[in-house]
């Protein structure tokens, strides 16, 4: 994938499920949806273990299917082999999805496949934040801002 591939994705996505995210605000998942939501975009945590309860602000659903309305993408923090279930329940809910991302360390080709074959674009094994921060020129000279504040500043 092409750094204009992945700018233009980053720049016409607005709504993002983000399927596995965790309560924890030192966990990946947690940052990332902290750092998207804070650059604009809107987040539907998705989390069976949280369901119900209010996450940055916004409502976890419990899974896929029960998140209300659109989403234009789905950023995915599982393990690479539930990948293809999690492909085939997003294309379900969202015939019309335009992307599915898979976080760093988490790949699937036959699963990338199926849903490239319905015109979804597939990124696997990258980060939003990190080519978020990349492509928008938000790099630090000390590595990647995580975008978390310390309050001992």
């Known amino acids: 994938m092409t750094d204009a591939e992945l700018k233009s994705i980053l720049t016409r996505v607005k709504r993002i499920a983000i399927l596995g995210v965790s309560a924890n605000p030192v966990r990946p998942s947690y940052f990332v949806a902290r750092y998207l939501k804070l650059k604009g975009f809107t987040i539907v945590p998705v989390n069976p273990g949280l369901a119900g309860q209010d996450l940055l602000g916004e409502r976890v659903y419990g899974s896929l299917p029960e998140v209300p309305g659109d989403v234009d993408m789905v950023d995915v923090f599982r393990r690479s082999d539930a990948v293809p ?19 760093l360390g988490v790949h699937h080709d036959a699963a990338a496949a199926v849903a490239t074959a319905r015109g979804v674009t597939v990124v696997q094994d990258r980060c939003p934040k990190i080519e978020y921060q990349r492509l928008f020129g938000e790099l630090r000279m000390g590595g990647f801002n995580t975008g978390v504040i310390s309050s001992k500043l």
């Open 85 to 103: 279930g999690i492909v085939d329940e997003a294309l379900a809910r969202w015939p019309q999805l335009d992307v599915i991302w898979l976080q």
